[in-house]
């Protein structure tokens, strides 16, 4: 198996933009999580999916941050409009149940 | 509140000098406490699962052990290529996957 894949692996854009992240989990893999991860904060949960269902997005930062998983291969992640405070490095990561979950390489977000 | 606590932020090591990390949590119900490896650049890769007090785990140089309150991993004569951010992050009862994670601590082992 590739593992959890991300796109792009970098994304730079201007501030107001709309950003979409997206994120193909591991197959046969049922739960499904958005991480955020910066320097001062280290790695915050922004959503997760069980089955496709989103099951908590309370770390979600506001509005304008949107995510949807319509199949169990497939995710997006999107901002929108982005803000230079979004910049971070933003993680998939995949689990069965409640065993390990396995992260993706991550999408280094910079807005300018 | 879940809560999930690494100490120390930064540790340097000399090539073959042990030490250990330290993971204390408050977690209500814990249902597994996982240790990655992060290397920079690159996403949190997996190295533990330990479920219950009393439990330990090995891997090469690397040993995790589980308390009622904290986990430690000891690292035993480290290698420069040991050196990474080490995360630990705890899932509690109910939660369906939520994993939380503790603010990392940074190992540089020096040739």
């Known amino acids: 198996d590739a593992g959890v894949i991300q796109s792009p692996r970098h994304e730079v854009t201007e501030m107001g933009q709309e950003v979409t992240l997206r994120c193909k989990p591991i197959?046969?893999?049922?739960?499904l999580f958005w991480y955020r991860q910066t320097m001062m904060r280290g790695l915050e949960l922004l959503i997760y999916?069980?089955?496709?269902?989103?099951?908590?997005d309370s770390g979600m930062p506001e509005d304008r941050f949107s995510a949807k998983m319509p199949n169990a291969s497939f995710s997006t992640l999107k901002i929108q409009p982005s803000e230079p405070r979004d910049s971070a490095v933003y993680f998939c990561?995949?689990?069965?149940?409640?065993?390990?979950?396995?992260f993706g390489q991550g999408t280094r977000l910079t807005v300018v | 509140e879940d809560q999930v606590t690494q100490s120390p932020e930064a540790l340097r090591l000399q090539e073959g000098e042990s030490s250990s990390l330290n993971c204390s949590y408050t977690v209500s119900g814990l249902r597994g406490l996982f240790w990655y490896r992060q290397d920079p650049g690159k996403g949190p890769e997996f190295l533990f699962t330990?479920?219950?007090a009393g439990e330990e785990k090995e891997k090469e140089r690397l040993k995790a052990t589980l308390t009622k309150k904290e986990s430690f991993l000891h690292i035993t004569a480290p290698k420069p290529e040991d050196s990474a951010t080490y995360l630990c992050?705890?899932?509690?009862?109910?939660?369906?996957?939520?994993?939380?994670f503790g603010q990392g601590t940074t190992l540089q082992v020096k040739p």
């Open positions: 999916f069980n089955n496709n269902v989103p099951i908590d």
């Open positions: 992050a705890v899932r509690r009862s109910g939660n369906t996957g939520k994993l939380i």
């Open positions: 197959s046969g893999h049922n739960s």
């Open positions: 990561a995949s689990s069965l149940g409640e065993s390990e979950a396995f």
């Open positions: 330990l479920y219950s």
